[in-house]
């Protein structure tokens, strides 16, 4: 099933499948432009390396008694109070590592997040900055019920209404897979950032876990660093008269 998210204003949009030299001419150019970083490694060497090898995981544990509907990404979102007052929605909560509460007067844990190796409220801080491509996502669910809910994508802009797609872990099972608790999900042109909504109702008593593999990145402090440094060069070249 194949995404397509909008770019951050300004940027071009990172696409295609981002592993091995399977590049577009897009990427290609932000390649050559040094707009682009895999896992830290540098644009030239990124061909020479299995990016699906980097991973970001993250478990979630419902203690509540009925379903809940958690935000995995909020955009640019402040709050599940303001997501649902602006989309109309009916979230309980935004994840983060810890104890996740909803939004009561007295607010109830309702579910646990624990992500390796460093914590969700880390990954969501990073990718609201840095927009973040992922080339496939597994789950493991603690009861092959959990699979049927949906993943919800919502495209956010101010200037439209609500935009979404949305993922059915279920449909990525296939026919001679005896783990009736995985799917396994392909994401070719998946970009997280921060005009991308992401949530899922988790059932009551499920755990589940999110595996997701890392692609490409845009990297805003590397990318001012590598622009300081171009500016530098034409000044010294004009300088010495070049």
């Known amino acids: 099933m194949k995404q397509n998210f909008p770019s951050l204003a300004g940027k071009q949009r990172l696409s295609a499948r981002m592993t091995g030299a399977d590049f577009t001419d897009a990427i290609a150019r932000a390649r050559r ?7 830290g490694v540098t644009p030239e060497d990124a061909a020479d390396f299995l990016i699906s090898k980097y991973t970001i995981q993250y478990t979630l544990t419902s203690v509540a008694a009925s379903s809940v509907k958690l935000a995995l990404l909020p955009g640019y979102f402040n709050s599940v ?7 109309g929605l009916a979230l309980d ?3 983060n590592e810890g104890d996740i509460k909803d939004t009561a007067s007295t607010p109830a844990k309702i579910a646990t997040g624990k992500g390796e190796p460093y914590p969700i409220n880390e990954l969501l801080r990073f990718v609201y900055r840095n927009p ?13 019920d959990q699979l049927y809910n949906n993943i919800e994508i919502v495209h956010l802009s101010p200037y439209h209404g609500l935009a979404s797609d949305r993922l059915n872990p279920s449909m990525y099972k296939t026919a001679n897979q005896t783990n009736d608790k995985m799917a396994d999900i392909p994401l070719p042109d998946f970009q997280m950032d921060d005009q991308t909504l992401l949530y899922i109702t988790l059932n ?7 595996i997701w593999s890392a692609g490409a990145q845009w990297n805003e402090a590397s990318d001012l660093h590598e622009l300081a440094k171009g500016y530098a060069s034409i000044l010294a070249n004009a300088s010495a008269g070049r």
């Open 132 to 144: 973040q491509c992922f080339t496939h996502l597994k789950l493991l669910a603690s009861s092959p």
């Open 93 to 95: 909560a935004i994840i």
């Open 33 to 39: 432009q040094n707009s682009v970083r895999f896992n």
């Open 81 to 87: 109070t303001e997501i649902n007052a602006s989309r």
């Open 204 to 210: 009551a008593g499920a755990s589940l876990t999110f």
